[in-house]
């Protein structure tokens, strides 16, 4: 297979083919191109006609873009004339709906997406959370941050092809991707851009799918490490939760056997007072009582008062009258 390409399809050919075995196209009236968009029928024309050169460095020069050799290089071709195209010629305009269709297609089920994210997770704790089933794709909320970080991201390859201008200031310093203004090959006359539109239509699409399974990788390997991070937090707050409600248990039982403890404290003495209080009674009890020293006191009288104490003179018989004045 020789360095040279279908313009239709892109495919590798050999320079001899008439048919692309791929699409079938017709090398016999548009031959096969090479990596810088020439023609290569053409290109061998402008050799041949070339008096500078003897035939041997002729056919060798011819071998070497066969071979996949740049003509820029080797003199016998130019990059395309820069400037406007005719109306017929230029690029139509990109419909929003076809920016990136493998990536407003995606599923966020792509196996080598799951695969990168593995290889950055591994040996981690995100990895075994997501063997343990931890993470499910297929979750309301995560499909939905997936599909914002889409919505995001097409947002900027529309402003990079050039489909909507920049909403801000921070926008415009997205590079425009544009597919190139070319024409025709000022030394061999290939319609370059016919080739170059179809080079860049294929570059566009490739790169947008692997751009999708960039994004979804990373959009997936983001969302693991953030959700096992609050995953972490969340178990800590349980924990410590958990560990209040343990205290406050105690603090209740200790505050409910702690009046049951004093109660009997407080007995104790009481008791011990009581006892030695009956035992002072029973004392008194077995006692005898002690005759009173007091005076006894006068019996009272009758209705005009008490009684006067009767006195009796027990003296000798002549001195009785003396005794009663």
């Given at each position: 297979m020789g360095g040279v390409y279908c313009p239709t399809c892109e495919a590798g050919v050999e320079v001899t083919a008439k048919f692309c075995l791929s699409c079938g196209h017709d090398l016999t009236i548009q031959g096969p191109i090479t990596a810088t968009g020439h023609d290569l029928?053409?290109?061998?024309?402008?050799?041949?006609?070339?008096?500078?050169?003897?035939?041997?460095?002729?056919?060798?020069?011819?071998?070497?873009?066969?071979?996949?050799?740049?003509?820029i290089a080797l003199g016998i071709a130019a990059a395309a004339d820069d400037g406007d195209l005719p109306p017929e010629q230029e690029a139509p305009a990109q419909n929003l709906d076809e920016v990136a269709p493998a990536l407003q297609a995606a599923t966020w089920d792509n196996g080598a997406a799951a695969a990168a994210t593995d290889l950055a997770t591994e040996g981690l704790k995100i990895n075994d959370l997501k063997k343990a089933g931890a993470f499910d794709k297929e979750d309301k909320t995560f499909v939905e941050a997936m599909d914002l970080g889409r919505k995001a991201t097409l947002e900027l390859l529309k402003v990079s092809q050039g489909m909507v201008l920049p909403a801000n200031d921070a926008l415009q310093q997205v590079p425009i991707m544009q597919p190139p203004n070319k024409s025709f090959c000022p030394k061999c006359g290939s319609d370059i851009h016919a080739?170059?539109?179809?080079?860049?239509?294929?570059?566009?699409?490739?790169?947008?799918?692997?751009?999708?399974?960039?994004?979804?990788?990373?959009?997936?390997?983001?969302?693991?490490?953030?959700?096992?991070?609050?995953?972490?937090?969340?178990?800590?707050?349980?924990?410590?939760?958990?560990?209040?409600?343990?205290?406050?248990?105690?603090?209740?039982?200790?505050?409910?056997?702690?009046?049951?403890?004093?109660?009997?404290?407080?007995?104790?003495?009481?008791a011990k007072e009581k006892k030695k209080t009956g035992k002072a009674a029973a004392a008194t009890k077995a006692a005898p009582k002690k005759a009173s020293s007091s005076p006894t006191k006068p019996k009272a009288g009758g209705l005009f008062g008490a009684k006067k104490p009767k006195k009796t003179y027990e003296g000798e018989p002549g001195g009785k009258a003396e005794w009663f004045l």
């Open positions: 029928h053409q290109l061998k024309d402008v050799i041949r006609l070339r008096e500078d050169l003897s035939m041997a460095e002729k056919f060798d020069m011819i071998a070497r873009i066969e071979d996949g050799a740049d003509p080739n170059t539109m179809l080079q860049w239509k294929k570059w566009s699409d490739t790169s947008t799918e692997v751009l999708t399974i960039q994004l979804e990788a990373a959009m997936r390997t983001s969302l693991m490490h953030l959700s096992a991070s609050y995953r972490d937090k969340i178990q800590d707050l349980q924990d410590q939760l958990s560990d209040a409600k343990k205290a406050v248990e105690r603090a209740k039982e200790e505050a409910a056997s702690a009046p049951k403890t004093e109660t009997k404290e407080a007995e104790a003495p009481k």
